[in-house]
């Protein structure tokens, strides 16, 4: 089993549309989770990270958290075709410097 | 205009060659990172160095090599012993201040095709 599971789509969805993102993860170690958003032949870059269980807001963009759970899930309200790309989830240790990524997965908004 | 380079974008190699691919930061960050990227797998880690002069394998380090001998600088050379090179080849680097959470920012990636 993977520590973090993502599934990688590919997701369409219309213009406008809200989008949910997820990963679960096994490891109860992790502390620190993050979403990376990678472009087409891109390196990936840091969208927003959380701490604890619960939401956190970033714009149209919110992370969840549901530590008892073990699952972590990225919103985006209002989706554009701008936001098509591959969606990485990534799980840090506390005090450590290794990330866990997920396999991302691929969101593909249409006009 | 700080960040992370890599080049070149696209190498191709010959099986049997050795080749190394760049990476260098003007973020004034401690910790360098190179990860393989390829299709459903996510990032796997290859390699990481904290500090100048030391590095610490990664979960696929075989058939790699990297040196870090300046701050700035994180070259990674893939050697004929890696049996299946061809990838996505991305580099990272983070402040390591040891304040939580030591996060990793990427530079653009380069694709390495072998012949």
């Known amino acids: 089993q993977k520590e973090v599971e993502q599934d990688p789509g590919p997701l369409s969805v219309p213009e406008g549309a809200i989008v949910s993102l997820n990963c679960t993860y096994s490891?109860?170690?992790?502390?620190?989770f993050m979403w990376y958003r990678q472009y087409s032949r891109k390196g990936p870059e840091l969208l927003m990270y959380?701490?604890?269980?619960g939401n956190k807001e970033d714009g149209r963009f919110t992370a969840q958290v549901d530590k008892s759970s073990k699952y972590i899930s990225l919103f985006i309200r209002d989706s554009q075709p701008s936001d098509s790309a591959t969606y990485l989830c990534?799980?840090?240790?506390?005090?450590?410097?290794?990330?866990?990524f997920g396999t991302g997965t691929q969101l593909k908004v249409e006009l | 205009d700080g960040g992370i380079t890599q080049s070149p974008k696209y190498l191709f190699r010959k099986e049997g060659q050795n080749v190394t691919l760049s990476c260098e930061q003007n973020l004034n960050h401690d910790a360098m990172y190179w990860y393989r990227q390829d299709p459903g797998q996510g990032l796997r880690l290859i390699y990481y160095s904290q500090i100048v002069n030391d590095f610490q394998k990664g979960d696929i380090a075989e058939g790699y090599s990297v040196s870090r001998e300046k701050k700035e600088s994180f070259p990674l050379t893939v050697t004929s012993a890696q049996k299946n090179p061809t990838a996505f080849y991305l580099c990272?680097?983070?402040?390591?201040?040891?304040?939580?959470?030591?996060?990793?920012?990427f530079g653009p990636g380069t694709r390495l095709t072998v012949l």
């Open positions: 959380t701490y604890s269980s």
């Open positions: 490891n109860s170690a992790f502390q620190y």
């Open positions: 990272a680097s983070s402040l390591s201040s040891g304040r939580a959470p030591d996060t990793q920012y």
């Open positions: 990534a799980i840090l240790t506390g005090g450590g410097n290794k990330l866990t």
